[in-house]
């Protein structure tokens, strides 16, 4: 999602839209992808006995989550700066 995220970035330079929207629905996709991989682990998680490995999972699920989410808000920020440059 980084890679697509800043391949998008550099192209808007050369206002390649083509290639901003094509690494956008990347992202979206990767999105997607993250929320629905997080909620099956964290599924799994809970079927465990271990109380203390099921926070600390449950916690790098959630960060992995946040990182995503970022990077989506960003993709969505620069799917505005896009439109602008057209």
């Known amino acids: 999602m980084a ?23 990347q992202i979206h996709e990767r999105y997607n992808d993250v929320v629905e991989k997080c909620a099956k682990a964290t599924a799994r998680l809970l079927q465990l006995n271990d109380c203390i490995r099921i926070l600390r999972h449950k916690d790098m699920l959630l960060q992995l989550k ?5 990077i989506h808000i960003s993709a969505n920020t620069l ?8």
């Open 3 to 25: 890679t697509a995220l800043e391949e998008g970035m550099s192209n808007l330079s050369t206002r390649d839209v083509r290639v901003i929207f094509s690494r956008i629905d």
């Open 66 to 70: 946040e990182i995503a989410k970022r």
């Open 79 to 86: 799917e505005d700066m896009a439109i602008k440059i057209v």
